[in-house]
């Protein structure tokens, strides 16, 4: 099997890739620098790097990197930084999804493509059925209109629910929803959700970036796990939590 990682040189999108490679799996990565990268995936004959900026590649040079993968994964994400959060392009996740998505399906695979996308507990499923707090509604409203990246997240989620049934032809997808995100060398125990069991603003849980690596890796190569999980939007957090 091969999978295609966006985001990979960040560092969720790292562990992802390292531990793919250590399940036996082909990786192909778009990176816009490799220098993030350590020298054991560099040199690894497994993985396949490119490196560019995603949202300036041609159809055509998108179409040759998604053919030939059984999934594609997404750990974009802006920047913490001034320029990362308000610059360009603030719509980074949500068109890079749309471009491959539109990829995968010009390349008509003979079967669907898994498609993963890391995104956040704070978007809330609201098609599903999910409700929220009034005062909890009122704050991700102001974050949503002040800082970009959540409005672009929420946006990319929403692109995949839309466009894709579970019977696609050629896309099948999942939106994984950690909640904070937290460092941690070993992948512990942890608990996977429908939807959140607690207030990701007022009672927010932890999630080890490891750990969300580890369940979109299961998501990948455990055809069982992903006929769980597919067309969902799973929330983990660590089970000490």
């Given at each position: ?30 990176v ?51 320029h ?42 609201i ?22 990246p ?14 894709f ?10 939106a ?34 490891i ?31």
């Open positions: 099997m091969t999978t295609l990682v966006v985001g990979a040189s960040g560092a969720t999108g790292q562990l992802l890739v390292e531990q793919l490679l250590k399940q036996g799996q082909k990786v192909k990565i778009i816009r620098s490799v220098g993030y990268l350590s020298d054991a995936l560099i040199h690894n004959q497994q993985l396949s790097i490119t490196q560019a900026n995603l949202l300036d590649m041609s159809d055509t040079e998108l179409h040759h990197h998604v053919s030939g993968c059984q999934a594609v994964a997404s750990c974009l994400g802006h920047n913490l930084t001034l990362g959060m308000f610059g360009q392009p603030q719509r980074l996740v949500s068109d890079s999804v749309q471009r491959l998505c539109m990829a995968i399906e010009r390349s008509k695979p003979a079967s669907p493509v898994k498609f993963l996308l890391m995104n956040t507990s704070g978007n809330v499923n098609p599903a059925g999910e409700t929220i707090s009034t005062a909890q509604s009122f704050i991700i409203g102001l974050i949503r209109m002040l800082l970009p959540h409005a672009d997240n929420e946006e990319a989620a929403a692109y995949l629910q839309s466009h049934s579970t019977s696609h032809n050629s896309i099948e997808w999942a994984i929803r950690p909640d904070s995100l937290v460092n941690n060398d070993v992948v512990t125990q942890y608990d996977v959700y429908s939807s959140p069991i607690r207030s990701a603003i007022f009672d927010a849980g932890k999630t080890s970036r750990n969300v690596a580890h369940f979109m890796t299961q998501l990948i190569i455990n055809e069982l796990i992903w006929q769980q999980w597919k067309g969902q939007w799973p929330v983990i957090y660590n089970a000490s939590n």
